[in-house]
């Protein structure tokens, strides 16, 4: 069973570009989330699929964001125009129901 | 608002040396994970802890669940060179919720050797 898995793993990109990340959860996993982790802080929530349905989303998902899981399997994370304070660590987490999450490595994302 | 503290946000020790770490809040929590996480790496899964005074042993580490479940601690016995990472206590909330976790800041451990 191979966990989950995030591409790329780094990214920099020029501030205004737009950029999108992929998730892979592990398989039959139901449940997938997006957080994301500032340097010296503990990851943040995102935002939370059951299936292909988006469920929940946090105050910090701007406008400038959008995720999707189309066929409830992986799911893409798009952030538009990005900014300076967009820099971060961007985790994926997959759960089989109300289960432990399981995190994949992550994409590092600078802003220049 | 922190709703999980953790404490200390920094430890440096020498190998052999014991250590816990405190995870508090005011919140109840249906579970709480600890996670380890590497620079670079997304967190590892460590243990999860569901009911009030639950003690968990895993090789040298110990977690234990608050009677009351807002609070946990990690113990790390003999600490050695291969526990330096960053430890991180995260809460789920109680049935019906999406299950997303809440984290605490994390606790920056360094064992030298």
């Known amino acids: 069973d191979t966990g989950v898995s995030q591409d790329p793993r780094h990214k920099i990109t020029k501030r205004g570009q737009n950029v999108t990340f992929r998730c892979d959860p592990i398989?039959?996993?139901?449940?997938l989330y997006w957080y994301r982790q500032t340097l010296g802080q503990g990851p943040e929530f995102l935002t939370y699929f059951q299936n292909e349905a988006q469920l929940e989303k946090s105050r910090l998902l701007s406008d400038r964001f959008s995720a999707e899981r189309p066929k409830g399997s992986f799911s893409t994370l798009e952030i538009q125009r990005t900014e300076q304070g967009d820099s971060a660590m961007y985790l994926c987490?997959?759960?089989?129901?109300?289960?432990?999450?399981?995190f994949g490595p992550g994409t590092r994302l600078t802003v220049t | 608002t922190q709703l999980l503290e953790q404490s200390p946000q920094f430890l440096s020790i020498q190998e052999g040396e014991n250590l816990t770490v405190y995870c508090n809040s005011s919140?109840?929590?249906?579970?709480l994970q600890w996670y380890r996480q590497e620079p670079g790496e997304g967190p590892v899964l460590l243990v999860t802890v569901v009911t009030g005074g639950e003690v968990k042993k895993l090789k040298r580490l110990t977690f234990q669940f608050g009677d009351a479940r807002k609070d946990s601690s990690l113990h790390i016995t003999a600490a050695q060179p291969g526990d330096t990472g960053l430890y991180l206590c995260a809460g789920a909330r109680g049935s019906g919720n999406t299950g997303k976790l809440i984290f605490g800041q994390g606790t920056t451990l360094q064992v030298k050797p």
């Open positions: 398989s039959e996993h139901n449940r």
């Open positions: 919140s109840v929590f249906s579970s």
């Open positions: 987490a997959s759960s089989r129901g109300q289960t432990e999450q399981y």
